[in-house]
């Protein structure tokens, strides 16, 4: 099979003595942030509602962005994403043999990068998949990926023999794959709390964000390749839902909070 995740806004730029890959798509992050760094500090801020700080830092990576940047200035794409997501795929703690795994996999969908490996070389960014910036292909980043993305994700699954797709990311990002052009059985996991105050299970933002990178982790791990075994998910006390589940939305519920 082959999963999705979504990055995630906040970095963590720890060196890491880890072998990296080039992107597929590093020309068209050069092209995307020389883009970015034209704009004002203004139409930035607005771009991704940002505080100045936030402008600023962001202004200043797209002008330092390189086309062929040097290793102490890029980190894998696994490792360089922090917090939500990340919490749950843990990829540090990843062993050698399950990082390879990973790398034929796993992949990070991305406004700058498109679709990254696990140990793609990224630098230091920030620009969401619903950012409205305007380029040669359109008036946003989905209408700069959108047929990209679906082919990439087509070839990838098509590498590994695959005709499966597991999408655990959130819809911004996965809204950029076009439906149409993607050849995959898509399978989509649900994960929901249940606060036993009567109004029945509910999505939690942080939590079901964690737990997608999770349930990465967990195919990962477990090198799955049988989409009904993600079943049998049950990091952070999650346990699948038969009656509430259908073949493609599978449900995963639990307490909250989660004891």
């Given at each position: 099979?082959?999963?999705v995740?979504?990055?995630?806004?906040?970095?963590?730029?720890?060196?890491?003595?880890?072998?990296t890959?080039?992107?597929?798509?590093?020309?068209?992050?050069?092209?995307?942030?020389?883009?970015?760094?034209?704009?004002?500090?203004?139409?930035?801020?607005?771009?991704?509602?940002?505080?100045?700080?936030?402008?600023?830092?962001?202004?200043?990576?797209?002008?330092?962005?390189?086309?062929a940047?040097?290793?102490?200035?890029?980190?894998?794409?696994?490792?360089?994403?922090?917090?939500?997501t990340?919490?749950?795929l843990?990829?540090?703690?990843?062993?050698?043999?399950?990082?390879?795994?990973?790398?034929?996999?796993?992949?990070?969908?991305?406004?700058?990068?498109?679709?990254?490996?696990?140990?793609?070389?990224?630098?230091?960014?920030?620009?969401?998949?619903?950012?409205r910036?305007?380029?040669r292909?359109?008036t946003?980043?989905?209408?700069?990926?959108?047929?990209?993305l679906?082919?990439?994700?087509?070839?990838?699954?098509?590498?590994?023999g695959?005709?499966?797709?597991?999408?655990?990311?959130?819809?911004?990002y996965?809204?950029?794959?076009?439906p149409?052009?993607l050849?995959?059985?898509?399978i989509?996991?649900?994960?929901?709390?249940?606060?036993?105050?009567?109004?029945?299970?509910?999505?939690?933002?942080?939590?079901?964000?964690?737990?997608?990178?999770?349930?990465?982790?967990?195919?990962?791990?477990?090198?799955?390749?049988?989409p009904e075994?993600?079943?049998?998910?049950?990091?952070g006390g999650?346990?699948?839902?038969?009656?509430?589940?259908?073949a493609?939305?599978?449900?995963?519920?639990?307490?909250?909070?989660?004891?």
């Amino acid at each position: 099979m082959l999963v999705v995740i979504s990055p995630a806004k906040r970095l963590d730029w720890d060196a890491r003595e880890v072998a990296t890959t080039q992107p597929d798509f590093q020309e068209d992050a050069v092209r995307l942030a020389r883009t970015a760094r034209n704009l004002t500090l203004g139409k930035l801020k607005g771009l991704m509602d940002l505080s100045d700080d936030l402008a600023r830092l962001n202004r200043d990576r797209f002008q330092a962005f390189e086309e062929a940047p040097a290793a102490d200035v890029t980190r894998p794409a696994a490792l360089a994403f922090a917090y939500d997501t990340y919490q749950g795929l843990e990829a540090g703690s990843l062993d050698a043999e399950e990082m390879i795994w990973a790398q034929d996999h796993l992949r990070i969908l991305s406004g700058l990068y498109g679709v990254l490996r696990p140990l793609d070389a990224i630098q230091p960014y920030r620009l969401e998949m619903g950012s409205r910036l305007k380029t040669r292909r359109g008036t946003n980043l989905y209408d700069y990926w959108r047929d990209t993305l679906s082919k990439a994700l087509n070839a990838q699954a098509q590498a590994i023999g695959s005709e499966v797709l597991i999408n655990c990311a959130s819809q911004e990002y996965f809204g950029a794959v076009a439906p149409s052009a993607l050849k995959l059985r898509v399978i989509t996991p649900q994960f929901m709390e249940d606060k036993g105050d009567g109004k029945g299970p509910k999505i939690v933002s942080f939590f079901a964000k964690k737990a997608r990178g999770a349930m990465a982790r967990f195919i990962v791990q477990n090198r799955l390749t049988d989409p009904e075994a993600i079943r049998e998910f049950d990091t952070g006390g999650y346990v699948w839902q038969r009656g509430a589940s259908t073949a493609d939305k599978p449900v995963f519920l639990r307490p909250y909070p989660a004891a």
